[in-house]
């Protein structure tokens, strides 16, 4: 029987935890789906990240709502991926922030992402209905911007390139605690089909200059003290090595995309193939690695159809 495309035969309904990983700060979590980080300051609530759709955002509301009555604010969202910022109309927040790289990517490719996501994650998309077009920031920074939540500094910066050329991350320095959305994972496949492999390694440099004693990453669970946090910084950093080397010497050496399809799969399978997403991603991974090896700087649009056509090409 022919393999799944991406995670169409992913079905079943995931578990959902919400762990406190600092005073006032939350992990929403449900097992490799994407994750949502909640900040509650004096008078309202911050959300990093806003799901796929309206429904799913609901389930992070129910979840806020069971800690703090207090109004919903600001809605932060880290790159432009459909899964993670379709959902944001749910919150009713006054402000929605992204970086200005971040809203350029929702203008360049934002309908075609949305598009390709749709066909390759179903299950995140039920209730798709709901959603009422594409999502756009009413605030956007350059380079950092901070928002006080009454007493609260909340610092949302762009530390470097990394899963997009557009990602953010909030830091929270009371409590030494950072949102990293899909720069840092935890027992996940990192998704790199838009990512920037060279330069991944020193965003991971500079996530960890901080010091963070916790993070909330993209997906897994919540990194909770320096040694589980050190211990997922340095295991992203080996996925996307692990991934880039062979894709890279293929190139060199004149080779074809599925030729750096098999050297990636022999690099990675034998360390990552029990993560979360690992088949879904891998596809991606390998051919925006494959680009980038080639001197493609600027990851090319997916669409619905170049997704097929890729994965064709792959099976054979």
């Known amino acids: 029987m022919a393999k799944a495309f991406a995670s169409q ?8 935890s919400f762990s406190e990983i600092g005073e006032g700060l939350y992990a929403f979590t449900a097992e490799g789906d994407p994750n949502s980080g909640v900040i509650i300051g004096d008078d309202s609530v911050m959300i ?26 600001h809605v932060v969202l880290t790159h432009y991926h ?19 790289k971040a809203r350029a990517m929702v203008v360049e490719r934002g309908q075609e992402d949305w598009d390709s996501e749709f066909q390759r994650f179903p299950r995140l998309f039920e209730g798709h209905e709901s959603i009422p077009g594409l999502t756009w920031p009413t605030t956007t920074f350059s380079d950092s911007m901070t928002v006080y939540l009454g007493n ?45 492999f060279e330069d991944w390694g020193k965003t991971l440099d ?23 946090v050190d211990a997922a910084l340095e295991n992203t950093r080996d ?11 293929v190139a060199a050496r004149g080779g074809t995309l599925k030729d750096a399809w098999d050297a990636v799969r022999e690099s990675c399978d034998p360390k990552f ?44």
């Open 206 to 228: 500079a996530v960890k200059a901080y010091d963070p004693q916790f993070i909330a990453p993209g997906r897994g669970d919540a990194l909770v003290g320096r040694e589980m």
């Open 273 to 316: 193939s029990d993560y979360a997403i690992y088949e879904h991603c891998l596809p991606f991974n390998v051919a925006r690695a494959f680009d980038e090896a080639r001197g493609i700087d600027t990851p090319r649009i997916w669409t619905a159809q170049r997704d097929l056509e890729m994965w064709e090409a792959l099976q054979g």
């Open 48 to 73: 990093v990240e806003a799901q796929a759709t309206p429904r799913l955002a609901n389930k992070v509301i129910d979840c806020v709502r069971s800690v703090t009555d207090k109004p919903i604010s």
């Open 9 to 16: 035969g992913d079905t079943g309904e995931k578990q959902i």
């Open 239 to 249: 996925f996307v090595e692990s991934t880039y080397r062979p894709a890279r010497q």
């Open 152 to 196: 609260r500094k909340v610092e949302i910066k762009q530390i470097g390139r990394a899963h997009t050329a557009g990602d953010s991350v909030i830091w929270v320095p009371d409590a030494q605690t950072m949102f990293t959305g899909d720069i840092v994972e935890y027992h996940s496949a990192c998704y790199c089909g838009d990512g920037h």
């Open 82 to 100: 459909a899964v993670r910022v379709l959902g944001a109309s749910a919150f009713g927040a006054n402000q929605i922030i992204m970086s200005d």
